[in-house]
DNA sequence: CTGAAAGCGCTTACAG
DNA sequence: CTGAAAGCGCTTACAG
């Protein structure tokens, strides 16, 4: 492979002028661009990476983390959109992504992270920090690691969704719909930053309709289809009265209508259910599923590039990004039952 | 940030002396061992990565190229779960994976690709080559680079899913309930290596039931819900005697499932539909789809595994690994409908 | 506008 | 078993 010393010698010129017209660092004269770059060309010379990033400390790699708590982050689709946001500015302006999924649980795991952190190859970090007692960017912080927080971290550079909004958008349609006997399926408070607004959002909406939201019966899964069927029938059979279930994301909304129909209850004439994150299965779902759209490829492509403005010295303003309602079939007006007796 | 230098120092004893510790190589002393150590853990040194990879050649990262013709590679979930596998690869033996998605259309995403391939970064890359016109592992071995295939490009390390059997099990499966008037939702076969040896399955399991493969009506999508809809609309429309619709994978079918319900089918009594892939969401399906489970996460382990081999110096077998069959209620036997007339 | 030279922080033969 | 020294391929003040 031919290096930055053999373009020099066939263009004639330095390392150093190489190097600057290569960096298109001022300056040089177009004559002597066009010597270097037919030299480049002719040779097919690549810079070396690791060179470059040990002489300038600049890497251009910047490492996506998504911490996972017990299963692996890998099953949720929601990551992927995410990713794709970060990818999509990442490519603009050549930036790498290496992808970092640490077992918070896990001392080893973590033990690479730490590693990784401290290790000189990563410009910048951006992570998804929701997971309340480890903060993934406080690490990369004290080792003065550029970091840009997805969520509620107290961090100078973060982009939230708005979880409070989404969460009280979620109600007002459910209980727009006439519904008062409503079930809540969310994961445990202490686990997930942003299900602690999404909390807020809906009770903020449940007293909108004098609902006490408190009463309502709750039940907490793990994020996973398989738990929000578990959590609708544990919810069901003990109140039989309900006529709606809220999820806080859409895979444990399409475990409980998965289970709902197993016992017989039509969605959404017996039965509303609604979802949280507008996966892109949620379409396709039948019923379709109503849910909130909470712009997860914004989401990353925001916090991309607030990272590339805090590489070039800027000091960005947090971002807070709206949450929108996506109404489906799977949710629908209360229906009045007759009296009974 | 200390330097090797700081622990060289610290331990009293020679730089050389320290990386050799850290690295492992033969020989020291355990008295020597515990000096350096002692002052490593001291001093909280973390090697540096960029100047460990340009002295030794090696970067411990390994490019994931996950190759897209279209949409973004990020909205397939069965990506997700490849890279599931990769990574659990990956973390225990301390190499970072970089996620690289070419869109084999773009010429400069495409030259961003060639640029990393041939900077030095990267110690090896597993590619998702599925792309017939588009090898994105040829661009890799030109530069020497070591490289596993997932699929089937001609390269002496790669790692399959039987994709032939999977095509085969799953008319098998359609055809021995009793339907004849089979519909196929696939995708050009020139976009999609696998997609022809499914294909190809799809056709022997037709001959075991004297099925005339070709003569079943067949149109192609682009793997996404939409398409899937899009298809079983027009396969339906124009061949309403079709009772059951095989589709190249689950988000087409459940796109394809969508439709027929809309149009009144209902599934599977009136209609047998099943998929291909079994992504997580497959299960939670209503109904739960029959389709091919091709084993991802394995399918990334075993590439990762195969590419470690590789690194050590060692020249692994192909590997191809089987598929199961899953089937759940999306599937039934056909009913005999009464005679006309 | 251009170049000589030092230096980034490691690893690796080589000699002892 | 240990160390002195060269070298990996760039970038960056600095001088001119």
């Known amino acids: 492979m031919p290096t930055l010393q053999d373009v020099?010698?066939?263009?004639?010129?330095?390392?150093?002028?190489?190097?600057?017209?290569?960096?298109?660092?001022?300056?040089?004269?177009?004559?002597?661009?066009?010597?270097?770059m037919r030299a480049v060309t002719e040779l097919g010379y690549v810079p070396h990476l690791a060179a470059r990033a040990l002489s300038s400390g600049k890497t251009h790699i910047i490492a996506v983390v998504f911490p996972s708590l017990y299963e692996t982050i890998m099953t949720d689709p929601l990551v992927l959109r995410i990713l794709e946001g970060i990818e999509a500015e990442c490519g603009q302006r050549?930036?790498?992504?290496?992808?970092?999924?640490?077992?918070v649980m896990d001392r080893e795991s973590d033990a690479n992270?730490?590693?990784?952190?401290?290790?000189?190859?990563?410009?910048?970090?951006?992570a998804l920090d929701h997971i309340p007692f480890a903060s993934v960017i406080g690490a990369a912080k004290k080792r003065g690691l550029p970091a840009v927080a997805i969520g509620y971290r107290d961090t100078p550079y973060s982009v939230q969704s708005d979880d409070f909004s989404g969460g009280m958008q979620l109600m007002q349609h459910v209980a727009g719909k006439g519904h008062r006997q409503?079930?809540?399926?969310?994961?445990?408070?202490?686990?997930?930053?942003?299900?602690?607004?999404?909390?807020?959002?809906?009770?903020?909406?449940?007293?909108?309709?004098?609902?006490v939201f408190d009463d309502l019966p709750r039940m907490d899964g793990d994020f996973s289809t398989h738990s929000g069927s578990r959590a609708a029938s544990e919810l069901l059979v003990r109140n039989p009265q309900l006529t709606a279930l809220?999820?806080?994301?859409?895979?444990?909304?399409?475990?409980?209508?998965?289970?709902?129909?197993?016992?017989?209850?039509?969605?959404?004439?017996?039965?509303?259910i609604v979802g949280y994150d507008d996966i892109p299965l949620a379409a396709a779902f039948s019923p379709g599923l109503t849910t909130i759209?909470?712009?997860?490829?914004?989401?990353?492509?925001?916090?991309?590039?607030?990272?590339?403005?805090?590489?070039?010295?800027?000091?960005?303003?947090?971002?807070?990004?709206?949450?929108?309602?996506?109404?489906?079939?799977?949710?629908?007006?209360?229906?009045?039952?007759?009296?009974?007796?």
């Open 8 to 36: 020099a010698k066939r263009a004639g010129v330095s390392t150093a002028t190489v190097s600057k017209v290569l960096s298109n660092k001022p300056y040089f004269t177009e004559a002597t661009r066009d010597k270097v």
């Open 94 to 103: 050549g930036y790498n992504m290496l992808l970092s999924t640490p077992r």
């Open 113 to 126: 992270y730490q590693q990784l952190i401290s290790s000189n190859y990563l410009d910048g970090i951006i």
């Open 182 to 211: 409503i079930g809540i399926i969310a994961v445990p408070n202490d686990e997930h930053l942003p299900v602690q607004h999404r909390i807020a959002g809906l009770q903020a909406g449940a007293e909108q309709f004098g609902i």
């Open 246 to 272: 809220i999820c806080l994301n859409d895979r444990m909304a399409m475990g409980a209508i998965h289970y709902a129909r197993q016992v017989g209850r039509s969605i959404p004439d017996d039965l509303t």
């Open 293 to 341: 759209d909470q712009q997860a490829p914004q989401l990353g492509q925001a916090a991309a590039r607030m990272l590339m403005e805090v590489l070039a010295g800027k000091k960005p303003e947090p971002v807070k990004l709206p949450t929108y309602l996506v109404v489906r079939q799977s949710s629908a007006a209360l229906k009045l039952l007759p009296e009974r007796g």
